[in-house]
């Protein structure tokens, strides 16, 4: 059975195909623009689902970087200040070592126990170190500073006794702990024999005019004691520097996913848009040539 094909039928097909072909161009025309293969999710949703998961990753990629910059600052500011704390040992040593010559005078020893006095107001200022407003030697009690000037009868102390550690995710499911037990430090090996007492003591000797050669080996023991520590810090810090190349690299290939995703082929797209230019001109010339012969231009 024949069909009867009208102007009509020829006008709306010529004008379907056209606009079809317009749409395309714009769809082409946006790509080149934006660079990107879509503009909303219903032109590709899998396109569209793949980079959400992808913005997502990235998301969390970030925040655990940031976990890393904090725990690098935490423990690198411990390491700064243990470091300060093993120079002060040291110098009281050194006085020590001195305070047992013979020729010193009663006069250099208390002159001495003055400068431990020192020495020790010092190491109290290093064991309520900050950063961020927060004391590192305080385990979780970071808004209480663990060192007290006014305790053991205004002789000042270490009174915290949070040993806590601070944890922060740095991937899923994977933690790092930013800070240490300071117990093991300033409270080592406790309360009524730690650093400060063990200073108070000399300090007791060096003012009343006496030797105390002595307590070398108990500030030998403080020290070691810190040298243990600060090699475990140093373990921890290695650690994290590892996850943060991680992260780094990480971010880099996440990035790169996306990019194949959602990037259009500049190239391509250029070709396709010149390729339907083509189309879209010869359906216009051919449009022209369907619309021109009407009955008036016979009657013409």
Do not use: C
């Not at 250099?108 to 309520?128: C, Q, R, Y």
């Not at 000042?156 to 550690?165: A, L, M, Q, Y």
């Amino acid at each position: 059975m024949a069909v009867r094909v009208t102007q009509n039928m020829l006008n709306s097909n010529m004008l379907r195909n056209l606009h079809k072909s317009m749409r395309h161009m714009d769809g082409l025309q946006d790509q080149l623009s934006s660079g990107k293969k879509i503009a909303k999710p219903s032109d590709d949703p899998v396109v569209a689902a793949r980079g959400m998961f992808y913005r997502s990753s990235l998301m969390e990629n970030d925040q655990y970087k940031r976990n890393v910059d904090e725990a690098k600052s935490w423990l690198d500011m411990t390491d700064s200040t243990m470091d300060e704390v093993g120079s002060v040992l040291k110098r009281i040593k050194e006085l020590l070592v001195y305070s047992g010559d013979g020729a010193v005078s009663p006069e250099d020893l208390k002159t001495m126990g003055s400068e431990v006095i020192e020495l020790k107001n010092h190491l109290g200022t290093l064991a309520n170190q900050q950063i961020n407003g927060k004391y590192i030697f305080a385990g979780t009690d970071t808004d209480k500073a663990p060192y007290d000037y006014t305790a053991n009868g205004g002789k000042g102390d270490f009174v915290n006794t949070n040993s806590s550690p601070i944890n922060l995710e740095v991937s899923q499911n994977v933690f790092v702990t930013s800070n240490i037990n300071a117990q093991n430090i300033f409270n080592y090996p406790n309360n009524a024999g730690n650093m400060f007492k063990v200073l108070d003591n000399i300090i007791t000797e060096l003012s009343n005019g006496r030797n105390a050669p002595q307590h070398i080996t108990s500030v030998d023991e403080q020290y070691d004691k810190l040298l243990a520590e600060r090699a475990s810090l140093g373990a921890s810090v290695n650690r994290v520097e590892l996850i943060a190349e991680r992260l780094n690299t990480q971010d880099v290939n996440i990035t790169s996913l996306m990019s194949k995703n959602e990037d259009a082929n500049m190239a391509e797209v250029m070709t396709d848009l010149k390729t339907q230019e083509s189309v879209h001109s010869a359906a216009l010339g051919s449009g022209a040539r369907i619309i021109q012969p009407t009955l008036l231009d016979f009657l013409r």
